[in-house]
């Protein structure tokens, strides 16, 4: 069955440091998204992207964040300044359609430790 | 702005034991979707079970049900003979019919005794 694949599965970064998170989406999912979960919390939307821009951001999704899908197969989160509260499960997710009637395919998440 | 709630951050049942997992969600819209998704160990989320909110009918997949009560707000997942690869997190979540974003709740962490 096709999978969502993010890599890497656990990385640490230093407080201020820009971190890029990678994600390979289903070949042919024209929707991509990304989710974040802190520790204990929900899982929270950050942002929805289609036909290379974002169609849609949450609050949470600020200036020190930004999308790209830079080669037409992965799909990166992008952290420019890290902060202690970045510290969770990010998860990117896929979908062929726009409403997806049977949900997303998600990733297995990356969990970045900001120290 | 949509919330879901799950009351139960940890369950616990027998091997073969049927084990009820709640979920309440609050909305003004009357059309939208609910899921359950599971996350184990290897981190994955999965989807287990979706509802659409104007069937009244509601969803079966194999030994996971629904009890779908739209005007109590209440989708609870029932596990039916639990096996132990049935151990996870599992999430409820929400999905307006026009929007893509999803809510979700906190989770409920079930183990499985064999």
């Known amino acids: 069955e096709p999978e969502v694949t993010q890599t890497p599965s656990h990385q640490v970064t230093q407080m201020g440091q820009e971190v890029i998170l990678r994600c390979v989406p289903i070949s042919n999912h024209l929707y991509f998204y990304w989710y974040r979960q802190i520790l204990g919390q929900k899982v929270e939307f950050l942002v929805s992207f289609y036909n290379n821009e974002i169609s849609e951001k949450s609050e949470i999704f600020d200036d020190q964040f930004s999308v790209e899908r830079p080669d037409g197969s992965n799909f990166t989160l992008k952290i420019r300044s890290t902060k202690l509260e970045d510290s969770a499960m990010y998860f990117c997710?896929?979908?062929?359609?726009?409403?997806?009637?049977?949900?997303?395919?998600f990733g297995s998440g990356t969990r970045l430790t900001v120290v | 702005a949509q919330t879901v709630t799950q009351s139960q951050p940890e369950m616990s049942v027998q091997e073969a034991e049927t084990v009820t997992l709640s979920c309440t969600y609050d909305t003004s819209e009357s059309d939208y979707y609910l899921f359950w998704y599971k996350q184990p160990p290897s981190r994955q989320m999965i989807l287990v079970i979706r509802q659409e909110a104007y069937k009244q009918q509601n969803a079966t997949e194999n030994r996971f049900s629904v009890n779908f009560q739209k005007a109590a707000k209440s989708f609870s997942l029932k596990i039916s003979d639990s096996q132990l690869g049935d151990a996870a997190m599992y999430f409820c979540a929400y999905r307006s019919r026009t929007g893509n974003q999803f809510y979700f709740g906190t989770g409920t962490s079930l183990t499985v005794i064999p």
């Open positions: 997710a896929s979908s062929a359609d726009r409403l997806p009637n049977y949900g997303y395919t």
